[in-house]
């Protein structure tokens, strides 16, 4: 071997060593932090549902409901207090996103949800019903939602659907519409405007 050789094989040097340990002391740390965020936002979900404790169970459909006049399959997107779209409200499981099935009586709108709470809505209960863009964390093209608005224990609430037909939304307005007591018709408009 020429001196030459020796003196470039001398002067190489082995790739550094990876430092594991401060690898999975940052991958350990990045962990919890997101462990941490997801602890703190479950407990603000919690807490939401504490604060609106007030709000009575939800009615559940009676063993007669009569005869369906309009069904809906779709997606049920969540529920906030009128007028107020970011607003969620999570008791009783009302915050849960979820499938659903809509049927329309005579006697009110009974909402299944598979995997989460089925609830029924009075017909004296329905105070109106709309087409809008958006419902706390879901914002749609202009008129991609169904939105029913209703009396629960002394509250008005907002509650978003969206059929896999959109086009069935707008025969569901005219229903709900005709179905809501005349005197209770668009309370809505002005409850939103406080």
Known sequence: MTPALINLAAEQKSADVTDWAARIGWVVGLLLFIALLYWLMREG???????????????????????????????????????QWLDRIVAHGLGTRSRAELTLTEQ??????????????????????????GIAG????????????????????????????AA??????????????????HSNDTEGAR
Do not use: C
């Open 108 to 133: 009110g709108l009974a909402v299944v949800r598979p995997g989460a709470q089925d609830f029924f809505i009075p017909a004296a209960a329905l105070r109106g019903a709309r087409l809008d863009k």
């Open 168 to 185: 069935e939304h707008s025969a569901w307005t005219e229903a709900l519409e005709a179905l809501t007591p005349p005197h209770h018709q």
């Open 45 to 83: 979900w919690k807490w939401r549902g504490t604060l609106q404790g007030d709000l009575p169970g939800l009615s559940a459909a009676p063993a007669a409901p009569g005869e369906p006049t309009l069904t809906m399959n779709g997606r049920y997107h969540g529920s906030t207090t009128a007028g």
């Open 138 to 165: 879901k914002v749609l093209a202009e008129g991609g939602l169904l939105v029913i608005t209703w009396q629960h224990g002394g509250k008005l609430i907002d509650s978003g659907f969206r059929s896999d037909r």
